[in-house]
């Protein structure tokens, strides 16, 4: 049973930062890759950030430059560094996690990002 954990999530001002968490069960030396997905009211889930077992990173061109995603093997904890925050990044973020290349993709349970003034 895959479980993701998120935290870090809340309310920050337009320009602030905010760092997100993602910790997952077993070891992630073998996982093909882990990231972030987000959904705000009335739209569809979007990718973020993803990072690959290799260390390759891939980011939505809306967060580029602003976000950054990392990894610490050693806690099985993916990270989501947000920077220069704008109100249209309100979302539900989502840990996501592919243990293998055709694999099922697992989710965690979301944590709210609010961006409001």
């Known amino acids: 049973q895959v479980q993701l954990v998120e935290s870090g999530g809340g309310l920050v001002q337009p320009g602030g930062s905010l760092r997100l968490s993602c910790t997952t069960s077993?070891?992630?030396?073998?996982?093909?890759?882990m990231g972030w997905f987000r959904q705000a009211p009335g739209k569809q889930r979007e990718l973020v950030a993803l990072i690959s077992n290799g260390g390759s990173t891939n980011y939505q061109d809306s967060v580029k430059g602003r976000f950054t995603i990392s990894r610490d093997i050693a806690k099985n904890t993916v990270y989501l560094q947000m920077n220069s925050l704008k109100p249209e990044d309100t979302a539900v973020y989502f840990c996501?996690?592919?243990?293998?290349?055709?694999?099922?993709?697992?989710w965690g349970q979301g944590t709210q990002v609010t961006v409001s003034s």
């Open positions: 077993g070891s992630m030396r073998t996982i093909y890759r």
């Open positions: 996501t996690q592919r243990r293998t290349i055709l694999g099922a993709d697992y």
